[in-house]
């Protein structure tokens, strides 16, 4: 018997992935920004700025469009890693090596760092907040059938 998850499931998943990566990046951010001695009002609002840049012109897209192809798989017998479609995958793998080669190889400042990882971690966790909660409709909504 081939194991799978309920399509609710894939959203619960996606959820604590995108939640976990996204503590993951804040946690960098924050190391960073303590070694930096920037203007910490001037950092807050440059990380406020990425962090609406990359939720409301990549991430919160990306959630309606990963929401909405969940919605049409089958109730159950999903594989827990479809959550994402393969150019999810590609894009978060690129994401992931991109961020490794640039702060191994120092290739921006730190002051650079803190300040885009706290941002965009912070629109990842929001994310991932947003996938729970719809989890959570559907959860409710089947519950009530």
């Not at 070694?35 to 959630?63: G, M, S």
């Not at 192809?69 to 690129?94: Q, T, V, Y």
Request: charged share 20%; proline share 2%.
């Amino acid at each position: 018997m081939k194991y799978g998850v309920h399509k609710r499931t894939l959203l619960f998943i996606a959820g604590f992935v995108w939640i976990i990566a996204g503590t993951n990046i804040l946690r960098i951010g924050i190391l960073t920004w303590i070694d930096d001695a920037q203007n910490p009002l001037f950092k807050v609002c440059e990380a406020i700025i990425v962090f609406l840049l990359f939720f409301y012109l990549v991430f919160k897209k990306l959630f309606y469009k990963h929401r909405d192809r969940i919605a049409l798989k089958k109730e159950k017998k999903n594989c827990p890693f479809s959550f994402f479609d393969i150019k999810g995958w590609i894009i978060m793998a690129f994401m992931i090596t991109f961020g490794i080669t640039i702060r191994k190889l120092q290739l921006l400042p730190n002051s650079f760092i803190s300040v885009f990882y706290t941002g965009l971690s912070s629109a990842l966790i929001i994310t991932g907040i947003l996938f729970i909660i719809q989890g959570y409709r559907a959860k409710k909504k089947s519950n009530q059938i």
